[in-house]
């Protein structure tokens, strides 16, 4: 059984400052991994994606097979960043998605 | 192109009594997913639809949810009777058969079972 865990509910960080969200996976074989973001009042939606290694509205996302992890990194944090974030797992690429308890990113002034 | 659509965006309801979701995913989109979202965590899968017939149900609580999409289009998911603990966000979600990564997310239905 595939398993998701953020452990922070809530991260909170000045502007400009480096944000790292963090998610570990568990999954025997190897995943596809995402990651989601919800901005207040609006749908959720795709932010990234592993496999494709990109770099969406500054944020990257290095996949750990050592460490089965997929934290979600952006050097300076913009006030427009806050939202909700999650990360999923799919175990192929027509498969269901499982995601992470979600953590709350609050970019202050 | 227009989203996913879904109604009622709210819905109370008294427990034991029925209710019923409607989803209209993106035209095209063969792939069609019911998530629940209880408050505090992520979404839960309920069920996946491929065209009209269901890849996975393996967590839908089948002596009381229902699901179904007609002509692989529209899709309703029902629940009767309804308990206290289905209060959530019931989110529909499609994807197109050539990007197998994206799903794209309605705006959800917020049930909540007093």
């Known amino acids: 059984a595939q398993r998701v865990t953020q452990p922070e509910k809530l991260l909170s960080v000045f502007k400009g400052a480096p944000v790292e969200l963090k998610c570990n996976y568990s999954?025997?074989?190897?995943?596809?991994l995402f990651w989601y973001v919800q901005y207040s009042r609006q749908r959720l939606q795709l932010l990234l994606r592993?496999?494709s290694r990109e770099s969406i509205k500054g944020f990257t996302a290095d996949l750990n097979k050592g460490e089965t992890s997929f934290h979600l990194k952006k050097p300076f944090a913009q006030e427009e960043d806050s939202a909700m974030y999650y990360c999923a797992l799919s175990p192929g690429t027509a498969s269901k998605l499982t995601f992470g308890t979600g953590t709350r990113l609050q970019v202050t002034l | 192109e227009a989203g996913v659509a879904q109604s009622p965006r709210y819905k109370i309801i008294e427990k034991r009594q029925s209710v019923a979701f409607w989803c209209n995913p993106i035209?095209?989109?063969?792939?069609l997913y019911w998530y629940q979202q209880i408050l505090g965590q992520g979404p839960k899968l309920l069920i996946q639809?491929?065209?009209?017939?269901?890849?996975?149900d393996s967590q839908l609580p089948k002596d009381r949810f229902s699901a179904e999409r007609l002509k692989g289009v529209d899709s309703t998911l029902k629940i009767q009777p309804a308990k206290l603990e289905d209060s959530a966000v019931y989110l529909c979600?499609?994807?197109?058969?050539?990007?197998?990564?994206?799903?794209?997310f309605g705006p959800g239905t917020r049930l909540t079972v007093t």
């Open positions: 639809f491929q065209n009209n017939g269901v890849v996975d």
């Open positions: 592993h496999i």
């Open positions: 999954y025997s074989g190897s995943p596809e």
């Open positions: 035209s095209g989109h063969a792939t």
């Open positions: 979600a499609s994807r197109q058969g050539t990007t197998p990564y994206e799903q794209y």
